[in-house]
C-alpha cells in the first residue's frame, strides 16, 4: 500500500528547497561583493557629495572617457574632477582606468614628470602606503603621490592634516607602480 504526501508536507517541502536556493545565492553574491564597500564613495552627483558641487559634466561625456586635451604618447592622467586616473599607452590608448580618493592638497594642472619611487613608507598621515608614485610639489611645499595603502583601506583626509596623497586601491598601486618611471609623464586635468 502506497502513502500519500500530505500537502502540507509537500508546501513545507517545496518551501525549504525555495529558501536553501536563495541561501546559496546569497553566500554566492556575498563572496563576489567588494571587500571595502564601507568606505566607497557615493555616486557621482549624489546629493551631498563632493562631486555635486561645482562639478558638473557635459551631458554627452562618459565618466570613464579619457578627458580631452590630456596630453598625447605614454602618460598617467588624473583628473581633479573626476578623483579618476587613467593609464594610457604610446599609442594614445587608455589601457587602465580607476578612481581615487585624493588628499586635501591638488597638484597644479598641466604636464608633470614622476621624480621618486618608494616601494613602502609611512604616509605623513600616519598610514603604511605601498606602490608611492611622486609626481609633484604642492604650492605649500608638501609631496603629491600615488600611493596605496599597505591595510587597503581608502581613508579620508585627517581633519587640519594637509596630505598630498591620492589613495589608490592596493591592484591599481601595483598598476601605476608597474606603468610608471623616474621621468614618466602625470598629466593633471580638472
Given amino acids: 500500500m502506497a502513502r500519500q504526501i500530505s500537502s502540507a508536507a509537500l508546501v513545507t517541502g517545496l518551501t525549504s528547497a525555495a529558501l536553501v536556493g536563495v541561501l546559496l545565492l546569497a553566500v554566492q ?3 563576489a561583493a567588494p571587500q571595502n564597500t564601507a568606505a566607497r564613495k557615493p ?3 549624489a546629493s551631498g557629495s563632493p562631486e555635486a558641487k561645482d562639478r558638473t559634466r557635459e551631458p554627452a561625456e562618459q565618466p570613464t572617457a579619457l578627458p580631452a586635451d590630456s ?3 605614454k602618460r598617467v592622467v588624473y583628473s ?3 578623483d579618476r586616473v587613467w593609464l594610457v599607452d604610446h599609442s594614445g590608448r587608455p589601457v587602465s582606468t580607476f578612481t581615487v580618493w585624493p588628499g586635501n592638497v591638488e597638484p597644479a594642472l598641466g604636464t608633470h614628470r614622476v621624480t621618486d619611487r618608494q616601494p613602502s613608507i609611512t604616509g605623513n598621515d600616519g598610514v603604511s602606503v605601498e606602490n608611492i608614485v611622486y609626481f609633484s610639489g604642492s604650492k ?3 609631496p603629491i603621490a600615488f600611493s596605496a595603502a599597505v591595510d ?3 581613508p579620508k583626509p585627517v581633519p587640519g592634516k594637509q596630505t598630498g596623497a591620492i589613495r589608490v586601491r592596493t591592484a591599481d598601486g601595483d598598476r601605476i607602480w ?3 618611471v623616474v ?3 602625470v598629466v593633471v586635468v580638472r
Wanted: without cysteine; negative net charge.
Fill in 29 to 31: 553574491a556575498g563572496q
Fill in 43 to 45: 555616486a557621482p552627483g
Fill in 71 to 73: 596630453g598625447t604618447g
Fill in 80 to 82: 581633479l574632477g573626476r
Fill in 140 to 142: 605649500e611645499g608638501l
Fill in 152 to 154: 587597503g583601506s581608502s
Fill in 178 to 180: 608597474d606603468f610608471t
Fill in 183 to 185: 621621468g614618466s609623464d
